[in-house]
């Protein structure tokens, strides 16, 4: 089993930064690839970004590109987003989940573990 705990979010103006990061215990993760998903009110979940097992590839949404970045750091068991530039449409719930391969996939249903979330808003 792994547990991963999210922090970082809040409040924040429009063109703001946030660092969102995800804790894991229980096991390693260096050998799973990570992903970022968020969801608002009324619409799908969505992956935002993800990172294979020592960050040599990421994934962005076309949404994010250029101004969010995914990191990891596996002697910590944690993973980062860096938030730049942030928007009003950004304003979400943001949930770390943990992919039991060391190769990321962007279908959220492979996805083995999920964590609770941290609520992103980001005013205009």
């Known amino acids: 089993q792994v547990q991963l705990v ?3 979010g809040g409040l924040v ?3 703001g930064s946030l660092r969102l990061s995800c804790a894991a215990s229980g096991r390693p993760i260096s050998n799973y ?3 970022w998903f968020r969801q608002a009110p009324g619409k799908e979940r969505e992956l935002v970004a993800a990172v294979n097992w020592n960050g040599g590839r ?3 949404a076309d949404s994010v590109k250029g101004r969010f970045t995914i990191s990891r750091d ?3 068991n944690t993973v980062y987003l860096q938030m730049n530039s942030l928007k009003p449409e950004d304003t979400a719930v943001y949930v ?3 992919y039991g391969s060391r190769w ?3 279908d959220p249903q492979e996805y083995d573990y999920w964590g609770q979330g941290t609520q992103v808003t980001v005013s205009s």
């Open 96 to 98: 770390c989940a943990a």
């Open 13 to 15: 103006q429009a063109g």
């Open 58 to 60: 990421t994934y962005y």
């Open 104 to 106: 990321y996939t962007v």
């Open 33 to 35: 690839a990570m992903g």
């Open 74 to 76: 596996n002697a910590k």
């Open 6 to 8: 999210e922090s970082g």
